[in-house]
């Protein structure tokens, strides 16, 4: 029976690499040539908003929106902590759109709209957003980049922990903790990125980046598969270390090697002075008899 191929070697026979990053996100850093960086390949312009959804943005008048959404993977909340983040959207002059399927929160505001779906990229691209709150996944992390939004990272679980971390070293977030944090912490952060415009600065830094490219990000993915698939593979462009066994890419054999070189030296020098010990021993003994 052969033996099941595992993921480690379907990813050790890759030609090339696509990654769903690009330098507005990531830090400096040197890669291989079978390496691509297509972040935010999925990010378009906004388009015109549902009448319903137009009409509430518009009602917020000269203060904004701020749009929530902390993914599709948390359905809902406790009461206590959905009645939390409700206080303290209760309290900002901007108008809320929180996508959530949970069960209404009592203190919700009068500001606050609850949805069970939004159209994220497009209310992102809209003038009167002011603040994104998140849960940074790579999708929002993206959009909000694209165009230019603040945001206040939320980070849950997997990746979403780096990203934010990314985010706050750019300037263009600030971070709270879900498990711990009080409506006066949530308060706090959004009254940060949307009134100082620190955030906002280097949100639209981030975006003039992004959008400065001489090949837009899907563009170059397409062209990278095609490119693939016309000289069946990118053999050309796989470093080395790729063909190599587990002890040779951690240099275990050279390790061994020098060891027992080492080694030999070590014996081969004690076998000499105890040689020589005993020669001069035995030297000593003859003339003592003598």
Known sequence: MRKPTTICEIMGKADMWLFRSYWDFEFPQPYLPNTEFVGGLHCKPAKPLPKELEEFVQSSGKDGVVVFTLGSMIKNLSEEKSNMIASALAQIPQKVLWRYTGKKPERLGANTRLYKWIPQNDLLGH???????????????????????????????????????????????????????????????????????????????????????????????????????????????????????????????????????????????????????WKYGKTVKKKKRE
Not at 148 to 164: A, L, R, S
Not at 184 to 194: E, F, P, Q, Y
Not at 197 to 210: T, V
Request: positive net charge; proline residues 5%.
């Open 127 to 277: 003038p009167k957003t002011r603040a994104f709150i998140t849960h940074c996944g790579t999708n929002g992390i993206y959009e909000a980049i694209y165009h230019g939004v603040p945001m206040v990272g939320i980070p849950i679980f997997g990746d979403q922990h780096d990203n934010v971390v990314h985010m706050k070293a750019k300037g263009a977030a600030v971070e709270v903790d879900l498990q711990r944090m009080t409506s006066a912490d949530l308060l706090r952060a959004l009254k940060a990125v949307i009134n100082n415009p620190f955030y906002k600065e280097n949100a639209m830094k981030l975006s003039r980046i992004h959008h400065d490219q001489p090949v837009k990000p899907l563009d170059r993915a397409v062209f990278w598969v095609e490119f693939i698939m016309r000289h069946k593979g990118a053999k050309h462009l796989r470093p080395a270390f790729r063909d190599l066994t587990w002890y040779q890419h951690h240099s275990l054999d050279v390790i061994g090697f020098l060891l027992a070189c080492v080694a030999t030296v070590a014996f081969l020098v004690t076998k000499c002075c105890l040689f020589c010990c």
